[in-house]
């Protein structure tokens, strides 16, 4: 199992009354598989990624990936683990506005030493099909190019799991397609993918999706089979 | 890629606040080094400027010197003059005279060998000038029936150990005779005449003015016929000196000394008030030649501790402005690039989160943030320093040669970087412990 979240809770306290995020939420992800997490907005799904990318550390329960808890680490022990271990995607991309793509997908170099980096970056951008935009700054690309150099980004360091918050929400069908093959596609070479999402079709990708109401876990539905458009 | 690329890819995006940064660390730097050149300036011309006075003190002083030694000299030289027309101031006559004679008639009878002029002039004595061996009788000129003094000198004996100097009294020649006032002026002698004195002739070689002596009664001929009209071959009566400008406490006694051991049986009596008149006016024109010396040293000291006074009042001033200018530029800047680095961080909240998220740690985060102030101080202190530097040397009008310290340079480059982080040093620790996940869930 790569990624394993066991019974975890997690209430935010605010000035107003606490927000119970999640309710003793369990999911398990093995390795080659690809699940989404459904919901509406505010049903928990982003903290439930946070927890599972050991950037939000659970109330109660726990979490291993590939066999360790990250939240017995140290703050930078973590760090370095997520740096290794976990890919992120994000609705709104979060790239850095001054790094051009080739740069970019490199950032994570800087937190752990890949080997032969730019050669795997390059290969990464060619075989996402923004090697013409190599140079170019976040600003300068598209939003499905954008979307495509995190993409990149995060699978640059081979990691065993991978979290996508959103990442066709800003897309066009076409772009959508494209990432969501390549999330796939990382899953068929032994990764391990949570999607977190409301869009139907990039559920449909899933080989399990988890339905989260008000921060609890409603029911498991069947795997279907994704339907490329 | 390192954390340096990702400084500079920054800095380059972000050019304008970069610079804001530079400016304010290279102004703060440039404030430094300016103020410091310039005090150095400031230093270096006070040195040249008291240099010059000190000089142009000592030229003056040295000049005075030479005027005053001139005019020592000079006024020394007439003293001497003077006195030395008071005439010899010491004589040494046999030891069985008795002085009273000379005192009551002006004459000595006693004799002591010739021998004993040349004896004294030939010895180690250096307390006499002037060494004058004379006969002398009181006798009649008969020819006249006139009283008279009579003095044979052969004129003065140099001295082996005394410079050889013009003489008191010049030579008479044998066959010629030097006539006092009271007697040419009633017989009406003419130089060059013919006279006959107790049946010898003399051609008159020269009448004297008067002097209102027993001079005006005297008659000068050559030491050998004088000796031989007086029946007194090798004897003299007694050896005139004048006593040395020596500036001894009792110079008679001395002489007295020396005349003792040289020529036992002689004595020695000083013409006290020739001899005081003599001294007095050596002192008196050494003591204003000293005084004017003195004041002349004084006005100099004074003009130069007025300047020095003034350039160091100056110096403080000017010392003052930059303890008061240098701080402010400094902490301004500190509080600017604070100001700038907070905007900074808090415009990266998006970037300093994903980058956690991807792994980097808060060390690195901190170290983008304080790596980026120090490039800033450094190229600030670069830039900064030439500024001030080229600012200073300009207003400070002193080659860069002279002004350049290299002690300034490094306090530049260890200070703006330092100044720098500082001033970075509460945002960046902001930045290194954002945490990630409430940037995330913020976007």
């Not at chain 2, 000299?73 to 003293?79: G, H, I, N, R, V």
């Not at chain 2, 000129?141 to 010049?170: H, M, N, S, V």
């Amino acid at each position: 199992m790569l990624l394993d979240i066991d019974q975890v809770s997690k209430t935010y306290h605010t000035v107003g009354p606490d927000v119970c995020a999640l309710d003793e939420v369990s999911v398990s992800v093995e390795a080659g598989q690809f699940t989404a997490v459904q919901g509406p907005s505010g049903c928990g799904k982003s903290t439930l990624l946070l927890i599972a990318g050991g950037l939000l550390a659970p109330d109660v329960g726990s979490v291993q990936i590939d066999g360790r808890n990250p939240y017995e680490l140290t703050a930078d022990e973590r760090a370095k683990f997520r740096a290794t271990h976990i890919g992120f995607v994000f609705q709104q991309f979060h790239l850095v506005p001054y790094l051009d793509v080739l740069d970019n997908v490199l950032a994570p170099s800087v937190a752990a030493a890949v080997p032969q980096a730019r050669e795997r970056a390059e290969e990464l951008i060619r075989q996402f099909g923004i090697e013409h935009r190599l140079h170019h700054t976040p600003g300068q690309l598209s939003t499905g190019e954008r979307q495509r150099t995190a993409l990149a980004r995060a699978l640059l360091h081979d990691p065993k799991v991978l979290l996508a918050d959103e990442p066709t929400g800003n897309l066009d069908r076409e772009n959508t397609e494209a990432v969501l093959g390549h999330l796939k596609e990382f899953t068929a070479k032994g990764g391990a993918v949570l999607l977190v999402s409301h869009d139907e079709h990039a559920i449909s990708y899933a080989d399990e999706v988890i339905r989260l109401q008000d921060g609890r876990l409603v029911k498991p539905e069947p795997a279907q089979a994704a339907t490329p458009v | 890629m390192n954390v340096l690329h990702l400084i500079l890819r920054e800095m380059q995006h972000r050019v304008g606040s970069s610079l804001l940064a530079l400016f304010s660390v290279s102004a703060a730097v440039g404030c430094l080094v300016g103020a410091l050149t310039l005090l150095r300036a400031d230093d270096v011309r006070t040195e040249r400027i008291l240099s010059d006075k000190e000089q142009d003190v000592a030229d003056a002083v040295a000049a005075k010197e030479a005027d005053v030694a001139q005019a020592g000299a000079d006024l020394e030289d007439a003293m001497r003059k003077i006195t030395k027309g008071l005439g010899f101031n010491i004589y040494i006559l046999p030891g069985d005279q008795d002085v009273n004679e000379l005192s009551v008639h002006g004459i000595v009878s006693k004799t002591m060998p010739a021998s004993y002029a040349t004896k004294l002039a030939d010895s180690d004595i250096i307390t006499i000038n002037h060494l004058l061996p004379m006969v002398m009788e009181k006798t009649t000129w008969k020819e006249f029936e006139e009283d008279i003094i009579l003095i044979g000198t052969r004129g003065e004996i140099p001295l082996k150990e005394r410079a050889l100097k013009k003489p008191l009294l010049q030579q008479v020649p044998a066959g010629s005779i030097v006539v006092g006032y009271g007697l040419h002026s009633k017989h009406g002698f003419k130089k060059d005449q013919k006279v006959k004195l107790n049946g010898r002739e003399f051609t008159v070689k020269e009448t004297l003015p008067e002097r209102g002596t027993s001079d005006d009664a005297t008659v000068w001929i050559s030491l050998a016929e004088a000796q031989d009209m007086l029946g007194r071959e090798n004897l003299i009566n007694m050896m005139q000196a004048l006593e040395c400008n020596c500036a001894t406490e009792d110079r008679v006694a001395e002489i007295r000394r020396d005349l003792a051991r040289i020529l036992p049986g002689t004595q020695v009596i000083e013409l006290g008030d020739r001899a005081l008149a003599r001294a007095e006016a050596r002192n008196t024109a050494k003591k204003t030649a000293q005084e004017t010396l003195k004041r002349q040293k004084a006005a100099g000291a004074a003009d130069l501790q007025r300047e020095k006074t003034g350039r160091q009042k100056l110096k403080d001033e000017h010392e003052g402005f930059a303890a008061v200018l240098v701080p402010l530029a400094v902490f301004g800047a500190a509080i600017w690039i604070g100001v700038l680095t907070f905007g900074n961080v808090r415009q990266r909240r998006s970037e300093i989160g994903i980058l956690r998220a991807i792994g980097l740690q808060s060390a690195q985060i901190l170290t983008i943030f304080l790596g980026k102030a120090l490039l800033i101080g450094i190229v600030g202190a670069v830039v900064g320093y030439a500024g001030g530097f080229v600012v200073g040397t300009t207003w400070g009008g002193e080659s860069a040669a002279i002004l350049f310290a290299p002690s300034d340079m490094l306090l530049a480059i260890v200070m703006a970087p330092l100044l720098a982080s500082l001033g970075s040093w509460i945002p960046a620790m902001l930045a290194a412990r954002q945490d990630p996940a409430v940037v995330l869930q913020g976007e």
